[in-house]
């Protein structure tokens, strides 16, 4: 890659975080950089289908004011949280006039602490349904509201896994789904997403044991949600966390699958419950490529006796075509209404 910019500085930021910065430049050099790092990387790991998204995230400021070096990363973390939210665009963009909320790790890390100790984590529930309207379980999303504001998971579980403090989340959560099902306040079953920093966690591992083993009544009723990446790049670890949770007579499915089509290998060592496909598969079925791939990824998982999920149905078009390949179940606002 070559970018013929003066004076730019390239550091290194942590052990797989490396930054860029481009002084004195306007915001179209400033984007036109973004899209040149984003194309080598992509040419790095060269896909020749054309459908695998470029693996890194990428964070971009664009700043006109004085800002001191902890602001200036406390603002990178947030453009990089926007990135990894949201897989569809190609970086995480900040401009100056941004008038978001704009946090370090360490103060996203201490109003999750304290929103956890005041009882100011809320939760709500999404459903997926078969094409029949019956539910095979209902996902919990969380938010912290306080002071007039509502921050959502995507805004503060990126600073706690870059910490290596996701358990604290996401042991609350847990034990808050654990205890609705133990009040019956809910009957359907629930699933809960589980961070990569907590599946790499022995401490963790061994508290959902534990966790689990009191609770053996309600643990039919409880679906964990693992990243696909966790199964491919961490799969002792992964291993060790699905075993504890299907000894237990709960179930673990396959969050973003199909994000690493090239790297299925692991449904048949692994055999989850169910597969939530990736939802980007589900919003670019006018690409005719992607609708091959989708349809192949969703017939291996079907070959296995594996459930499919779509996430994100927005649409009759889409639940139609998914439902005809080997997608069983169903999760959005088609759904939802």
């Not at 050099?29 to 693996?55: H, R, V, Y």
Request: charged content about 20%.
């Amino acid at each position: 890659m070559t970018i013929n910019l003066p004076n730019t500085v390239i550091a290194r930021i942590s052990t797989d975080e490396f930054g860029f910065v481009f002084p004195n430049i306007d915001e179209s050099e400033l984007k036109f950089a973004a899209n040149s790092i984003i194309t080598c990387i992509q040419d790095l790991n060269a896909d020749p289908t054309g459908l695998t998204k470029a693996k890194a995230s990428l964070g971009v400021v664009f700043n006109e004011e004085r800002k001191n070096s902890t602001q200036m990363l406390s603002v990178l973390d947030n453009a990089l949280t926007k990135a990894k939210s949201n897989p569809e665009i190609d970086y995480g963009y900040i401009s100056s006039e941004h008038t978001g909320v704009i946090m370090g790790k360490q103060q996203w890390r201490a109003l999750v602490e304290e929103a956890i100790n005041n009882d100011e984590v809320t939760f709500r529930f999404q459903s997926a349904n078969s094409s029949f309207g019956e539910t095979y379980h209902r996902e919990v999303f969380s938010a912290i509201e306080k002071g007039g504001e509502r921050y959502t998971a995507n805004q503060y579980l990126l600073a706690l896994e870059q910490l290596d403090a996701s358990h604290i989340f996401d042991e609350h959560v847990i034990i808050s789904v654990i205890n609705k099902l133990e009040r019956q306040e809910m009957a359907d079953a629930i699933a809960i997403n589980i961070t990569p920093t907590s599946i790499a966690q022995p401490s963790f591992i061994r508290w959902i044991s534990q966790e689990l083993a009191k609770h053996r009544n309600i643990c039919e009723k409880l679906h964990f949600e693992i990243p696909e990446t966790c199964f491919i790049n961490n799969p002792h670890h992964t291993a060790l966390f699905c075993n504890a949770v299907r000894n237990a007579g709960a179930m673990f499915g396959v969050d973003n699958y199909g994000r690493n089509f090239q790297s299925l290998e692991y449904l048949n060592e692994f055999r989850p419950d169910y597969v939530k496909l990736d939802y980007l598969y589900t919003h670019q079925l006018d690409d005719e490529k992607q609708k091959f791939t989708l349809t192949s990824i969703s017939r291996t998982a079907h070959n296995l006796g594996i459930k499919t999920i779509a996430s994100r149905v927005e649409t009759q078009t889409q639940l139609d075509f998914l439902s005809e390949h080997f997608v069983d179940v169903f999760q959005g606002f088609i759904v939802d209404k």
